[in-house]
């Protein structure tokens, strides 16, 4: 059965572990004898007995494949091989600090609360996430900032060029008034009047 891949050798801990599984597999796999198979299928067992014996090894050999992948995806999914790595280090260096007379206080003492001990796990993290998100918060409300200066800006000249155009029809609205009073007489006889300056001497 593989192994997860690691930079480091294994422990003495994984490795008696995994010679277990694969032992615990392999008697679940061939639990199940070929005598216990015959005695299901007598009959096709003495009518074709080398057929019967392949099969028997086949079933066999995908029972204990079929259990081997099985027990592999639950020994990745929760880190068997890391973490019984880690305990047996973790070991060691207990018995090598108590081998050398080590006396010095210990992370975990009896009168330590489980929830000071957590707290002092926990705290730091929790700040730390709390520190970026007050960082993005800050990012996030200067670029709102400047977004809504942008669109003042914009309404801003949309007003103007709004007021403009607006003077600009109230005038052109004055003049075609001023025009719709001269009368259409005084009309013809000056466009005849500017028509008649206005052509070359012959």
Avoid at 52 to 68: C, G, K, Y
Avoid at 151 to 161: C, H
């Amino acid at each position: 059965m593989a192994s997860s891949a690691s930079t480091q050798p294994p422990s003495k801990r994984w490795t008696y572990f995994q010679d277990a599984i694969q032992l615990a597999i392999y008697r679940s796999a061939h639990k199940w004898t070929y005598q216990d198979f015959t005695e299901c299928f007598a009959l096709w067992c003495e009518e074709e007995p080398e057929n019967a014996s392949r099969v028997f090894t086949q079933v066999t050999q995908h029972m204990e494949s079929s259990i081997t992948e099985n027990c592999e995806t639950l020994l990745n999914e929760f880190r068997v091989k890391e973490n019984l790595d880690r305990l047996h280090a973790m070991v060691t260096e207990a018995r090598v600090r108590k081998k050398t007379g080590y006396d010095g206080q210990d992370v975990w003492r009896e009168d330590l609360r489980p929830n000071a001990a957590v707290w002092a796990r926990t705290v730091p993290v929790l700040e730390k996430e709390r520190d970026r998100l007050r960082a993005e918060l800050a990012t996030m409300d200067k670029e709102n900032l400047e977004l809504q200066n942008q669109i003042q800006n914009n309404v801003t000249s949309r007003e103007e060029v709004d007021g403009e155009t607006a003077a600009l029809l109230g005038m052109l609205e004055e003049i075609h008034a001023e025009w719709s009073k001269v009368p259409i007489n005084d009309i013809q006889s000056w466009t005849l009047e500017t028509v008649t300056t206005s052509r070359p001497a012959a």
